[in-house]
């Protein structure tokens, strides 16, 4: 937890990055005419971090040896489903979505089995004081809909604009970036074990 406000600073940069790319024409990162504005390139490096950076925290954090487990070799084969989707989608200028559903599902595995063991463990009037437990509820509602907004972007264009789903997407963003600042706001002092109380 400790590396958490490194990973908050590269997340908004990583944002005001893809904002500038995507509405200033002068700063781009991909110098073809098509794909002019095309930012995902900065969101495939970082969901990869941000992955990697919150299956390590959840796995520090679970005591269970088959949670572990599953979030160490989901870890490993989020990887080579990085690696693999290279193949299907262009890095570029492509959300890469094979990853982006398989980090969401292991993720959202990390997130309920902390939840569960932190409310099987804490009174419930303490978790409103802790800041993983608001980070969790922040990613579930995020990555509950992530892969599913990315997916219909990539392969059913027509749907994710007919279902104005990236207003959806923006929603959800807010609502993840709100509960991390409510967490901020309400914790208490610093406890290894629960994750910032």
């Known amino acids: ?98 990853a982006i559903i398989f980090g969401s599902l292991i993720l959202l595995f990390c997130t309920l089995s902390y939840l569960k063991d932190l409310t099987s463990k804490v009174p419930s009037s303490h978790l409103i004081g802790t800041l993983l437990f608001w980070i969790s509820i922040g990613l579930i509602i995020f990555y509950s809909c992530y892969p599913i907004t990315m997916y219909l972007l990539s392969f059913h264009y027509d749907v994710y604009i007919n279902y104005g789903l990236s207003n959806l997407h923006y929603a959800t963003i807010a609502a993840m970036y709100t509960c991390f600042i409510i967490g901020f706001m309400a914790m208490k002092r610093a406890t290894p074990k629960y994750g910032w109380q």
């Open 1 to 98: 937890m400790k590396y958490l406000p490194i990973l908050f600073t590269y997340t908004l940069l990583s944002e005001l990055l893809g904002m500038i790319v995507r509405d200033v024409d002068d700063i781009q990162l991909i110098y073809r005419k098509e794909f002019y504005n095309y930012n995902t390139v900065i969101f495939n490096i970082f969901d990869i971090i941000f992955y990697l950076y919150f299956f390590y925290v959840f796995y520090e954090l679970l005591s269970s040896t088959t949670q572990k487990a599953i979030i160490k070799y989901g870890g490993v084969v989020f990887l080579i489903v990085c690696l693999i989707n290279l193949w299907f989608q262009d890095f570029y200028t492509a959300p890469q979505n094979y």
